[in-house]
T-cell receptor
Framework: GAGVSQSPSNKVTEKGKDVELRCDPI?????LYWYRQSLGQGLEFLIYFQGNSAPDKSGLPSDRFSAERTGGSVSTLTIQRTQQEDSAVYLC???????????????FGEGSWLTVV | GNSVTQMEGPVTLSEEAFLTINCTYTATGYPSLFWYVQYPGEGLQLLLKATKADDKGSNKGFEATYRKETTSFHLEKGSVQVSDSAVYFC???????????FGTGTSLTVIP
């Protein structure tokens, strides 16, 4: 696609329910990132996928959070038993690392706004 | 470890004022450095970047110079406009694994 696509754009869920957020990266991009942006806060790294390598999950805040990337393309971030503190904008981004060792531009989606009530 | 520290906001300036947003970093190896901008109601987008020491990135009147000796990448603009009101994020990309690290963002409001 032309850009990074995320769905849903807005999600209101009840506390304790599970949610799935989807990210469709730019075609051909090998790297995919999930970040969280809470109201008035900066970007919090969650997880990073690079090609066929094992994902860097070091930013996931608890075991209620998980993510997968199928076929090296679409990714799903799953939050189980949601809590009110999970309310935030979840941003997905992708980049094409190619032959450049660095200086790769990272492209962001519009984000998925999650509200847990 | 790798991290980015940028000045806290919010910053409020009058139109045509000079802007500096400080950014310093800690990184292993030789990272690339970036400034991303998030305009109200929009997603983050690249503003400028520099991939090696002493490089200057520039775009839309904004500039930042990669200073290895001070591990800094301060964002500057000589004369801000109302349309520059946004949140600005400093970021680095490490060469091993191409992981990105972002600062907490600095909110800028420019008043006429």
């Amino acid at each position: 696609g032309a850009g990074v696509s995320q769905s849903p754009s807005n999600k209101v869920t009840e506390k304790g329910k599970d949610v799935e957020l989807r990210c469709d990266p730019i075609s051909g991009h090998t790297a995919l990132y999930w970040y969280r942006q809470s109201l008035g806060q900066g970007l919090e790294f969650l997880i990073y996928f690079q090609g066929n390598s094992a994902p860097d999950k070091s930013g996931l805040p608890s075991d209620r959070f998980s993510a997968e990337r199928t076929g090296g393309s679409v990714s799903t971030l799953t939050i189980q038993r949601t809590q009110q503190e999970d309310s935030a904008v979840y941003l997905c981004a992708s980049s094409f690392t190619g032959t450049e060792s660095s200086g790769n531009t990272i492209y962001f989606g519009e984000g998925s706004w999650l509200t847990v009530v | 470890g790798n991290s980015v520290t940028q000045m806290e906001g919010p910053v409020t300036l009058s139109e045509e004022a000079f802007l500096t947003i400080n950014c310093t970093y800690t990184a292993t190896g030789y990272p690339s450095l970036f400034w991303y901008v998030q305009y109200p109601g929009e997603g983050l987008q690249l503003l400028l970047k520099a991939t090696k020491a002493d490089d200057k990135g520039s775009n839309k009147g904004f500039e930042a110079t990669y200073r290895k000796e001070t591990t800094s990448f301060h964002l500057e603009k000589g004369s801000v406009q109302v349309s520059d009101s946004a949140v600005y994020f400093c970021a680095l990309e490490v060469t091993t694994g191409n992981q990105f690290y972002f600062g907490t963002g600095t909110s800028l409001t420019v008043i006429p």
